[in-house]
T-cell receptor
Framework: IAGITQAPTSQILAAGRRMTLRCTQD?????MYWYRQDLGLGLRLIHY???????GKGEVPDGYSVSRANTDDFPLTLASAVPSQTSVYFC?????????????FGPGTRLTVL | GQNIDQPTEMTATEGAIVQINCTYQ??????LFWYQQHAGEAPTFLSY??LDGLEEKGRFSSFLSRSKGYSYLLLKELQMKDSASYLC??????????WGAGTKLIIKP
């Protein structure tokens, strides 16, 4: 593993189903983030984690949950998917949540909810 | 509310220079980032400005004026591979990035 990986690459999901998007980084970064990217809109922060064991809500947290049991993994769960959650989901990490800390992004998961 | 504005799309010619503008209104300011995103790929870091002025990095330069809430990304000697979306993002008082919708840059031969 080098950098950040996400799984699956893409997924088609029936509305009402539960889904977990996986994210793993090997850079020992403390901070991790989940964004969604929709056409015509900027990246929007769903949830973040400053360090293992802590999480926080971003701009659009409703319908999503996260956990940070260790430094490397930051899964995002949709408890009961709805069509408005159709989007491209990016996981990112940075050394810390502070100035000039660039975020490194995973390749993204394209999710379609029908 | 928080707002980042940048043009939706720009077109330029290979070998030329293009300037992509970004204006922002955010709750606090801890720096401004520019990222590049090729179609279907993840964003990648280009530059970071926290003080007023111009930062030059090869063919790319980024400028910041905090008093005007304004930044631009300058791309010189354009190459076809520069065709991508360019995302402006501001780090707010909570150290969260607020993102613009991105500017799609089309390079023509």
């Amino acid at each position: 593993i080098a950098g950040i990986t996400q799984a699956p690459t893409s997924q088609i999901l029936a509305a009402g189903r539960r889904m977990t998007l996986r994210c793993t980084q090997d850079m020992r970064h403390n901070a991790m983030y989940w964004y969604r990217q929709d056409l015509g809109l900027g990246l929007r922060l769903i949830h973040y984690s400053n360090t293992a064991g802590t999480t926080g809500k971003g701009e659009v947290p409703d319908g999503y949950s996260v956990s940070r049991a260790n430094t490397d993994d930051f899964p995002l769960t949709l408890a009961s998917a709805v069509p408005s959650q159709t989007s491209v989901y990016f996981c990112a990490s940075s050394e810390v949540m502070a100035e000039d800390n660039e975020q490194f992004f995973g390749p993204g998961t394209r999710l379609t909810v029908l | 509310g928080q707002n980042i504005d940048q043009p939706t799309e720009m077109t330029a010619t290979e070998g030329a220079i293009v300037q992509i503008n970004c204006t922002y209104q955010t709750s606090g300011f801890n720096g401004l980032f520019w990222y590049q995103q090729h179609a279907g790929e993840a964003p990648t870091f280009l530059s970071y400005n926290v003080l007023d002025g111009l930062e030059e990095k090869g063919r790319f330069s980024s400028f910041l004026s905090r008093s005007k809430g304004y930044s631009y990304l300058l791309l010189k000697e354009l190459q076809m591979k520069d065709s991508a979306s360019y995302l402006c993002a501001v780090l707010d008082s909570n150290y969260q990035l607020i993102w613009g919708a991105g500017t799609k840059l089309i390079i023509k031969p």
